[in-house]
């Protein structure tokens, strides 16, 4: 017998997709306002470049948030836009630092990271899911986040080719 469901023959629905993209946006929203506070609060005789680098990664997060939500929509589903909602949905671990660039670097590396990988699951479910248009924007933030792990490892002085793969959840 046929069965009259075409996404029968993909390994993952599009309901999967939307919740980790709604993951993604809150998670997403939450850098945005860390890199953003960052930006107001760093101290320090390179205030200026650390306060120009943390603007450029806050303002090209806020730029990714409108389309997270839209392919939200495109998918069929509602997108979250209370506050908290974002903050539960969020992956990430947010902790106070000082108002050290160097401690804030950190703080964001840490966070990007697991935006990335994140962005790296959102992918593989588009994929999945035949959503190629969701797929194709989801590789340019996966690109966009590469450059900013390489930005803030470089400037914490991470080696990159110690640094470990944390195996997540999908």
């Known amino acids: 017998m046929h069965n009259a469901n075409m996404n029968t023959d993909m390994p993952y629905a599009k ?25 107001w609060n760093v101290k320090g005789p390179e205030f200026y470049q650390f306060h120009e680098f943390f603007g450029e990664i806050y303002e090209d ?15 069929g589903y509602s997108a979250p836009f209370a506050l908290e909602d974002f903050l539960a949905m ?8 000082t108002e ?13 990271k697991r935006l990335l990988e994140k962005y790296m699951y959102a992918f593989k479910t588009a994929e999945g899911c035949n959503q190629q248009g969701v797929a194709d924007f989801i590789a340019g933030r996966i690109d966009m986040h590469q450059k900013w792990h390489w930005m803030l490892e470089t400037t914490v002085g991470e080696d990159s080719t110690q640094v470990k793969v944390i195996e ?3």
């Not at 389309?67 to 495109?74: D, F, G, S, V």
């Not at 969020?90 to 902790?95: H, K």
């Not at 050290?100 to 840490?110: E, F, G, N, Q, V």
């Open 15 to 39: 309901e999967d997709l939307a919740t980790k993209l709604s993951e993604l946006l809150g998670s997403v929203v939450q850098f945005k306002f860390l890199s953003q506070g960052y930006h």
């Open 90 to 97: 969020s992956c990430l671990d947010v902790r106070p630092v």
């Open 61 to 75: 997060a806020e730029e990714s948030v409108d389309p997270l939500a839209e392919n939200i929509r495109k998918l």
């Open 100 to 112: 050290d660039p160097i401690d804030m670097s950190r703080s964001l590396y840490d966070a990007n």
């Open 168 to 170: 997540v959840g999908g």
